[in-house]
Nanobody, 119 residues
Framework: QVQLVESGGGLVQAGGSLRLSCAASTTRFIFSIKTMGWYRQAPGKQRELVASVTGGGSSNYADSVKDRFTISRDNAKSTVYLQMNYLEPEDTAVYYC???????????WGQGTQVTVSS
């Protein structure tokens, strides 16, 4: 069964940056054909998709993070990244990665990584 391990979260002031990583315990081939996404869940809110990237590197973003967040992937390492710049208190949430778009959340969810942005 695939395991997803997210890391890189922390406490940062508004305007700061963080880089999240998510490693998937699957083969490079399987990983490379999956559209991957970063999701987040704030307290009392539903989990939402904030960014996705196809196996070929094409990305999409939620309006709330466009021009601030950048998703990327390294298929050789079965890892997906999220570079978050100009963080806002509204970005505070637990961030998760998983498959996205065509088959969202197909793998077991990891523990996530907490991002807290102070004002």
């Amino acid at each position: 069964q695939v395991q997803l391990v997210e890391s890189g979260g922390g406490l940062v002031q508004a305007g700061g940056s963080l880089r999240l990583s998510c490693a998937a315990s699957t083969t490079r081939f399987i990983f490379s054909i999956k559209t991957m996404g970063w999701y987040r869940q704030a307290p009392g809110k539903q989990r939402e998709l904030v960014a996705s990237v196809t196996g070929g590197g094409s990305s999409n973003y939620a309006d709330s993070v466009k021009d601030r967040f950048t998703i990327s992937r390294d298929n050789a390492k079965s890892t997906v990244y999220l570079q978050m710049n100009y963080l806002e208190p509204e970005d505070t949430a637990v961030y998760y990665c998983n498959t996205a778009i065509s088959n969202p959340g197909a793998w077991p969810w990891g523990q996530g990584t907490q991002v807290t942005v102070s004002s």
